[in-house]
T-cell receptor, first 113, second 112 residues
Framework: AQSVTQLGSHVSVSEGALVLLRCNYS??????LFWYVQYPNQGLQLLLK??????LVKGINGFEAEFKKSETSFHLTKPSAHMSDAAEYFC???????????FGAGTRLFVKA | DAGVTQSPTHLIKTRGQQVTLRCSPK?????VSWYQQALGQGPQFIFQ???????QRGNFPDRFSGHQFPNYSSELNVNALLLGDSALYLC???????????FGQGTRLTVV
């Protein structure tokens, strides 16, 4: 079975500060890992994904994440937060076939001016 | 390209009623997945359709059923609605064996 744990339901940072959103996963097969962003009253938008190969993946809007198998982690980072980054972020894991994606509970990011 | 479109955007139903939600996948996509997102929670996988067949199912009761049509569009049906079925229902489309899913904006279902 697969599962995802996002550490911290709320994270608050100042504009220009580092963003770090934590995600740990559990999977009995090599996982595919994703980060999605959700703005109020909207669907989910894919930020980045890891399937195979390079463990540091870069996504849209300056975000990146590193797959660390030994730590079963896939933390999301951005060097400098913008006000427009304020949203809900979801980490997700799926099996390689992509048949079923399991989402974490989400982390709401607040950006202070 | 219109992306994934869902209808209706909002819906209010009474406990015990039945509801049908609709999803048109992104152009060229043949796989449709449905998710339930309760307030303050992450999306929960309901089921996935490919080639008009349910391929995978999450931990949801049989009151939740679906259908995929030859044009790849899909419906989610929920019978005997409960107050706890109130949620945002998201549809995601993808290409077979491709992990990148595109989500619609969802249907907000309120059961009163």
């Amino acid at each position: 079975a697969q599962s995802v744990t996002q550490l911290g339901s709320h994270v608050s940072v100042s504009e220009g500060a580092l963003v770090l959103l934590r995600c740990n996963y559990s999977s009995s097969v090599p996982p595919y890992l994703f980060w999605y962003v959700q703005y109020p009253n909207q669907g989910l938008q894919l930020l980045l994904k890891y399937t195979t190969g390079a463990t540091l993946v870069k996504g849209i809007n300056g975000f990146e994440a590193e797959f660390k198998k030994s730590e079963t982690s896939f933390h999301l980072t951005k060097p400098s937060a913008h006000m427009s980054d304020a949203a809900e972020y979801f980490c997700a894991v799926s099996d390689p076939g992509g048949f079923k994606t399991i989402f974490g509970a989400g982390t709401r990011l607040f950006v202070k001016a | 390209d219109a992306g994934v479109t869902q209808s209706p955007t909002h819906l209010i139903k009474t406990r015990g009623q039945q509801v049908t939600l609709r999803c048109s996948p992104k152009s060229g996509h043949d796989t449709v997945s449905w998710y339930q997102q309760a307030l303050g929670q992450g999306p929960q996988f309901i089921f996935q359709y490919y080639e008009e067949e349910e391929r995978q199912r999450g931990n949801f009761p049989d009151r939740f059923s679906g259908h995929q049509f030859p044009n790849y569009s899909s419906e989610l049906n929920v019978n005997a609605l409960l107050l706890g079925d109130s949620a945002l229902y998201l549809c995601a489309s993808s290409l077979e064996m491709n992990t990148e899913a595109f989500f619609g904006q969802g249907t907000r279902l309120t059961v009163v």
